[in-house]
C-alpha cells in the first residue's frame, strides 16, 4: 500500500513540475515579444478590451485586467481570423487587431488618414469608401471588408496610383464594383464601420496595394503578384 502511494505522489510531482514548466514557457516566450497575456493589467488591457468590444468577441467589463474573458475573446478573435490560437496577443494579432506592440496603443501606421491628410476629405470619403467597400466585400467577414477599405487607401499612399480616394476607386478598370454599378448601392452599416476602421489605420493586409478572388480572377498578372494574407474569399498582396 505505501508503495503505491508513493507511486502515486510521484507520478502528481512529475505532472504538476510538467505544468509548472509549460506555463513558464508560456508567459516566458509573452514577456520576450513584449506582448499581452492572461495575468497582464493596464492601459493597454483596457484598449485591448474596448477594441474587442466593439467587434463583438468580447462582452465583459472593461477592468484592465487580462483575465478568462479577455482570454476567451482573443482566441475567438484569432479563430476566426485565420491566427495561431494561443490566447497571447503577440505581434501578428495586435497588427490584426490594430494594436501597436510597443506600448499597445492604437495602432495607426505611419499615415492616420484625418480631413487634414493630402486626398482625404473625412465625411465625403467615409461614404465612398464604405459604397466601394460595399459593392466589393460586403459578403465577406467584417476584417475582410476592412482590408479592401485598407487597399484603397494604402494606393493613396502610393505614387503609383492617384492620390485621392475617388481617384483610387473610379480609376478605370480598378474595381469591379465600379464597372458593374455597384458602386452606387446604398453602403452597408458594417462597411461603413469598415471604413472609419480602415481610415483610423487598421491595415490587416500588412500595405497590400491588391485583392483578388483566385476563384474568379482572370487576369494572368495577378498571380504574379506575392500574397501576403488571405481573407474570406480574398489574397491581398502585391
Not at 493597454?44 to 483575465?67: A, H, M, N
Not at 483610423?200 to 483566385?214: C, E
Amino acid at each position: 500500500m505505501k508503495k503505491i502511494t508513493a507511486v502515486a505522489c510521484g507520478i502528481l510531482i512529475v505532472i504538476f513540475s510538467i505544468s509548472i514548466f509549460a506555463m513558464n514557457v508560456y508567459f516566458s516566450r509573452a514577456l520576450a515579444q513584449e506582448t499581452l497575456y492572461w495575468g497582464s493589467r493596464g492601459n493597454e488591457v483596457r484598449l485591448l478590451q474596448e477594441t474587442l468590444k466593439r467587434w463583438g468577441y468580447y462582452d465583459g467589463p472593461i477592468d484592465s485586467v487580462y483575465g478568462g474573458g479577455t482570454f476567451t475573446a482573443v482566441k475567438e478573435f484569432q479563430r476566426k481570423n485565420g491566427l495561431a490560437v494561443d490566447g497571447v496577443v503577440g505581434p501578428q494579432t495586435a497588427k490584426a487587431l490594430g494594436l501597436r506592440i510597443d506600448g499597445n496603443k492604437p495602432d495607426t501606421g505611419k499615415t492616420k488618414y484625418t480631413s487634414g491628410n493630402k486626398g482625404i476629405s473625412r465625411n465625403d470619403d467615409i461614404t465612398l469608401l464604405a459604397k466601394a467597400i460595399t459593392g466589393e466585400a460586403r459578403g465577406e467577414p467584417y476584417i475582410g471588408q476592412v482590408a479592401v477599405g485598407a487597399v484603397i487607401l494604402n494606393r493613396v499612399k502610393s505614387p503609383t496610383f492617384p492620390n485621392t480616394i475617388a481617384g483610387v476607386i473610379y480609376q478605370p478598370g480598378a474595381f469591379t464594383a465600379v464597372s458593374d454599378g455597384q458602386i452606387n448601392l446604398a453602403p452597408a452599416d458594417s462597411c461603413l464601420k469598415a471604413a472609419r476602421d480602415s481610415l483610423n489605420g487598421w491595415d490587416p493586409t500588412y500595405g497590400s496595394l491588391y485583392y483578388w478572388n483566385p476563384a474568379t480572377a482572370t487576369s494572368k498578372w495577378i498571380w504574379s503578384r506575392k500574397v501576403s494574407v488571405k481573407i474570406g474569399k480574398h489574397w491581398f498582396g502585391n
